[in-house]
């Protein structure tokens, strides 16, 4: 493993002093030890469109079942890339269902969320913006007034449009007190980080309201997926219903290796995964553009976090003693 760099521990001081003097305690309790401040004991909403293409829900429900995070709720809606929202729920039914009979337990119902992408206003106030009041923004809503802790926040976890996220703002501005936002989007760029693509060019305008209101972590570390489950692997899966939807998925990510969107999830539930962060502010400079996210520059006490790199190799090997361990599949 990389040894951390002296910067990202620093990193993790700032945040924290800049938040405590924010007034926006960001405290996950004294058994996380990575980088971030939120991580295995923080209950999480999983946000995402398709389960197909990456290996998000298969982390999420072995982590669940394997030391945590806590999985809370899974919303699931439509993007540019998985347009149809019923095949989408379609598909997360199948994945919880096949984990449930295999074992697995903690595990909500998938709930679906259709929403447009939110309209800036005219007079470009975060706070005009008409809120769609969907599903999921109730779900964070509700579920974060019921689970968070002053020390210890709800996580939603997004992999796709921060639509739901600044919709549960809109509804209920004091969601941020109680909420963080890790999100699997955007990339690195000569600023500093894009909030582009992936995932960042389908709600433009959300994308603001979070940055501006939200406690938020983007995590643009991608990684080769297809090494989480190699074909020469696949004999050694579960013999299970689990391990049988993993070993049908497993060839549909040989074309997809960067659309790892379980980078979110790894960062919480592997306190070690992350290894770089970078404290950025919203680039106040730029205008808003339609078609794609702000830009995130560094800013040494900025309140955002970006991750910039993290430990592929401790993602394989914690996915692969959780799939062989027995007990992660006790009944």
Known sequence: MPILPIFCRLALVSILFAAACSGQALDAGSDVHGILSVGQRNPVILINDNES???????????????????????????????????????????????R?????????????????????????????????????????????????????L??????????????????????????????????????????????????????????????????????????????????????????????QQPKLINLVTASDQIGILALGLPTFVTAVENVSLDQSAAFDSTTGPDLVPDANGRLLLVTNADSTLATGRLWKMLQDPKTFAQ
């Open 155 to 248: 996580v939603v976890v997004t992999a796709g449009p921060l639509t739901d996220v600044a919709d549960a703002y809109l509804i209920d501005p004091t969601v941020t007190d109680r909420v963080v936002i890790v999100s699997t989007l955007g990339s690195g760029s000569a600023k500093g980080g894009s909030m582009g693509a992936p995932n960042g060019t389908m709600d433009p305008w959300a994308d603001w309201i979070v940055v501006e209101r939200f406690r938020y972590v983007q995590v643009s570390a991608y990684y080769d997926q297809t090494s989480d489950v190699s074909t020469s692997q696949l004999a050694n899966l579960p013999q299970s219903s689990f391990g049988n939807l993993i070993a049908a």
């Open 53 to 99: 293409d990456n290996w998000q829900g298969v982390y999420a429900l072995l982590f669940a079942n394997s030391g945590g995070p806590a999985l809370a709720s899974i919303i699931v809606n439509a993007s540019s890339y998985w347009p149809d929202i019923n095949a989408n729920l379609s598909g997360w039914q199948n994945l919880v269902a096949a984990a």
């Open 101 to 153: 009979t295999s074992g697995l337990r903690n595990i909500p119902d998938p709930k679906a969320s259709p929403g447009s992408p939110l309209v800036r206003p005219s007079d470009g106030n975060l706070d005009s913006t008409a809120p769609n009041g969907s599903v999921g923004a109730l779900e964070i809503v509700r579920t974060s007034a019921r689970l968070s802790l002053p020390y210890r926040p």
